[in-house]
């Protein structure tokens, strides 16, 4: 990999390779943009295949966090942290001490959370290192059902922009991943009387949302294929692709999982091709960010759900952008976040009357 190459391609400021050998700890932490302000995203724990892919990884999710910041209208750049490794490992406190040292060494220019494989008890030990994070256990704690509810809230607008009603029910969602996010997400569904079809490569939390909302259960390999109103995609990434676009039998696609398209500029075309709406996964799964930031600016729970309402007017904003212009979703998406980091990037700066001596 060419990194320097790679950084100036995707506008990332900094990337920082981190490695404490007594603690078993290597990690990498990317900030891509802090316009906005600090850098904030998640920390992922993942067994990459390679040094390589970890680091794509993490630039890649950063700067899909200066989105995700920008378009839900907080005071926040984007960065990413992952650590190589086995998710599973019981023994933590060593390796998220040593990332939390390090997270320490960029003075406040990146704030990190939970992500995939890590939970809040992870945050707690990054915690004993540094102020710079969030997502504490006792604090906003798991960002889950706030995360769920900006889903719902972008569903329900999809829902508005494709059918001139927001209403789901009868309407047939299909969801994909039953982790916290898909498990209240499923809850909020049920509620106002969507029909359910679900998988996870769990059994245990398949089980679950069947016995309490009354779902259909079918297997992972034939999820695309079922017939139904809406895809809610909640699991790992790269979902829409060159195998999985022309099995889908459904109007609209709008789920948690971050950067479902596969290749986005390929496949965000054959999903519309295919006369599917695409809520793009950034603007929908904004209020997991929304939460930590509640967390940082001392939000209550309550402000943060009311915050991640506001999901259903940007993802009619985004829709509507499209439609107007002429351009794919995430497109649209992207000029709506562009707009308002150059905004505020060409903010006229005041200084003192004089000089300052040093």
């Known amino acids: 990999m060419q990194i320097f190459d790679t950084m100036s391609e995707m506008g990332h400021e900094q990337i920082a390779i981190c490695h404490d050998k007594s603690a078993g700890y290597r990690g990498i932490i990317a900030i891509h943009d802090t316009t906005l302000g600090p850098a904030l995203g998640g ?4 067994n990459y295949a390679s040094d390589d892919e970890a680091i794509t990884d993490a630039l890649r999710l950063a700067r899909g966090m200066t989105y995700k910041n920008a378009v839900a209208g907080l005071n926040l750049g984007g960065g990413k942290a992952v650590i190589i490794g086995d998710n599973r490992t019981a023994n933590r406190e060593l390796i998220f001490r040593a990332h939390g040292r ?18 809040t008890s992870d945050m707690d030990f990054v915690h004993m290192e540094t102020e710079y994070v969030a997502g504490l ?24 922009f494709r059918w001139g009603s927001s209403d789901l029910n009868d309407r047939t969602v299909i969801v994909q991943g039953l982790g916290n996010v898909g498990y209240y997400l499923c809850r909020e569904l049920h509620a106002v009387g969507a029909k359910l079809i679900v998988t996870d490569i769990r059994a245990e939390k ?16 034939s999820i695309y294929a079922q017939k139904g109103d809406i895809f809610a995609p909640c699991a790992l990434g ?15 696609v709008c789920g948690a999982a ?26 929908a799964n904004a209020g997991g960010v929304i939460n930590v930031y509640g967390e940082v600016a001392g939000w209550t729970q309550q402000r943060a759900l009311r915050k991640a309402d506001e999901i259903f007017e940007t993802t009619l904003r985004v829709h509507q952008i499209a439609k107007e ?15 308002r980091i150059a905004a505020i990037r060409g903010l006229v700066k005041t200084w003192p009357q004089w000089p300052r001596k040093s």
């Open 43 to 46: 920390t992922r724990f993942w």
């Open 102 to 119: 390090f997270v320490e060494s960029l003075g406040g220019r990146y704030v990190t959370a939970e992500d995939v494989g890590t939970g």
């Open 325 to 339: 212009q002429g351009m794919l979703t995430y497109l649209a998406a992207d000029t709506l976040a562009e707009q």
């Open 206 to 221: 398949v089980d679950k949302v069947v016995k309490d909302f009354g779902a259909k259960a079918v297997d992972g390999a």
């Open 258 to 283: 971050n950067n479902q398209l596969h290749v986005p500029v390929t496949h965000g075309e054959a999903v519309e091709k295919r006369g599917i709406l695409y809520a793009p996964d950034f603007v």
């Open 137 to 160: 256990a006792t604090k906003s704690g798991d960002p889950s059902p706030v995360t769920a509810h900006g889903v719902f809230r972008a569903i329900e607008a999809s829902a508005q």
């Open 238 to 252: 790269a979902i829409l692709n060159d195998d999985t676009i022309p099995q889908l039998q459904v109007e609209i």
